[in-house]
Nanobody, 116 residues
Framework: VQLQASGGGLVQAGGSLRLSCAAP????????MAWYRQAPGKERELVAHVTSDGRTNYADSVKGRFTISADNGKSPMYLQMNSLKPDDTAVYYC???????????WGQGTQVTVSS
């Protein structure tokens, strides 16, 4: 299974981006999915995730601005990012769990750069 993360790029502060994470042909759980990010010189941090019981949680720094979603187990997972700030600059990684085997897979990362 190869998860492909895409949608990153360069955007001005206040702008929006939508990240996608997909692996065509693989069925994933709509729970147990997450987006992480890692800025230069910093540890990887959890940005948004859907728990095993379906609850959605966000890092305090992105609450009200970011939304994690997936229509179903065969559709891509998304991270809608609005009102972007320079502090959101990082490589963003997705993680999803397969229905069969219940294994977690990571995407390769997509760069988001927010200019001031």
């Amino acid at each position: 299974v190869q998860l492909q993360a895409s949608g990153g790029g360069l955007v001005q502060a206040g702008g929006s981006l939508r990240l996608s994470c997909a692996a065509p042909g693989t069925v994933f759980s709509i729970n147990n999915m997450a987006w992480y990010r890692q800025a230069p010189g910093k540890e990887r941090e959890l940005v948004a995730h859907v728990t095993s019981d379906g609850r959605t949680n966000y890092a305090d720094s992105v609450k009200g601005r970011f939304t994690i979603s997936a229509d179903n187990g065969k559709s891509p997972m998304y991270l809608q990012m609005n009102s972007l700030k320079p502090d959101d600059t990082a490589v963003y990684y997705c993680k999803r769990r397969t229905v069969e085997g219940r294994r977690d897979y990571w995407g390769q990362g997509t760069q988001v750069t927010v200019s001031s």
